[in-house]
């Protein structure tokens, strides 16, 4: 259904143009024209006169923020057992609870409580995982469908290396479960759509990928999942895939790798090689860079900088559960941080990321996989968070980008006063 609302914000406006260039001006107007950014303008234009305009005060207005990786059936055991690596944790904590939602009841209660949060969170699209339990899943694109959220959300196909509560029984009963979930949704949400979910090799066999790029070509998914994320894992797919190259090519082999036809992300790329970036460059892959995951589950640190710096496609994601915060704001900051720590302890020659580019991977960067997203350029989707940082008093004064980086780092969603997406205000 077409937006054909025209509307106007006026605040402390700010925004990116590129990976190194933050807009901002104070005192001015955002337009949203059918659900579409017509531009920022210090005075309204003539043909805008008269419009529909909420003026927020000294109030900071940007793009809304994109998450690119999370799994929401974990939500409800964020921050539990942060002290295990990632492979233990999978065994120990998640994939327990993804059993649960075998359990349309248990997963109501869970889902609810997620999508209500995530409603109220600064994100305005996301790429999320559900489990492999279809009606669970539909059950999740319906809630999340209530939201006004934009967003990817996925069942999650693996049938190995799981426990036998979370594994399906093989290949062929994956992909049948996998259609049937397709048909089940088909033309029913405006807001959310499909994306073919392998949850990382590991857990996917040779013939269940097949079975998936049969599927892809079909349907014209995008696909998302995981890769290089952990020492043990990388080494693991080297074992159980010794006709690949590296990771990625595993998935490559079957055409679940970028490309134009199957936009693509994968999450966290700690430990790709330059041949695997290379080959994420040619095919467009999208990587969802989580770096509180990465430190909490003892991954290590992703070459963000390399990555801007080559030219890939990057954005951010909170990786719910091995993240423990939904907040976009949170990951920004942290992306800077441990960009730092990459810098002083691990390659000099990658100097650390600035706030700039940080928060461009977290609109643009992971919003593109949308299409026209995260940006007040005209042409781009209107989305947009207003933000009150009076909650952090400050006795001298500060420039747009200067607020908007420090509510960042002091506690930025605390500050969401208002959010729109696609021209639709959520509150």
Known sequence: MKNNS??????????????????????????????????VFQELPSRFQGIPCTDTGSSIIIPGLTDLHLHAPQYSLRGTKMDLELLDWLNAVAFPEETKYSDLTYAEQAYRIFTEDLKKSPTTR?????????????????????????????????????????????????????????????????????????????????????????????????????????????????????????????????????????????AHCVYSSDREIALMKKRGVYVAHCPQSNMNLSSGIAPARKFLDQGLHTGLGTDIAGGHTLSMFRAIADAVQVSKLHWRLMEESQKALTFAEAFYMATIGGGSFFGKAGSFLPGY?????????????H????????????????????CVTGKYVSGRKIF
């Not at 914000?9 to 104070?26: K, P």
Request: aromatic share 8%; glycine share 8%; proline share 6%.
């Open 6 to 39: 025209t509307f106007a914000l006026r605040g402390s406006i700010c925004y990116s143009l590129d990976a190194e260039t933050l807009a901002a001006e104070e005192h001015a107007y955002v337009v949203c024209e059918n659900g579409v950014c017509a531009g």
């Open 126 to 266: 996301a790429c999320i995982f559900g489990t492999l339990h279809v009606k669970a899943t539909e059950l999740l694109m319906d809630l999340t469908e209530e939201t006004g959220i934009k967003a990817y959300i996925g069942k999650v196909n693996m049938d190995r290396n799981g426990p036998a509560e979370l594994q399906e029984a093989d290949a062929q009963a994956s992909s049948q479960a996998t259609v049937q979930w397709l048909t089940d949704i088909s033309g029913k949400y405006e807001n959310v759509k499909p994306i073919l979910t392998p949850r990382f090799i590991p857990s996917c066999s040779d013939e269940l990928m097949g079975e998936l790029s049969d599927i892809q070509k079909k349907y014209r998914l995008p696909v998302q999942s995981h890769l290089s994320e952990n020492p043990g894992e990388t080494l693991w797919v080297q074992e159980l895939c010794p006709d690949s190259s590296f990771y990625g090519d595993a998935y490559d082999r079957f055409g679940l790798f970028g490309g134009d036809s199957c936009p693509t992300i994968m």
């Open 381 to 393: 989707e209107f989305d947009a968070l207003i933000l009150d940082d009076s909650l952090f008093p």
């Open 395 to 414: 006795p001298q004064p500060l420039s747009v980008p200067e607020r908007l980086e420090r509510l960042t780092y002091l506690g930025g969603d605390q």
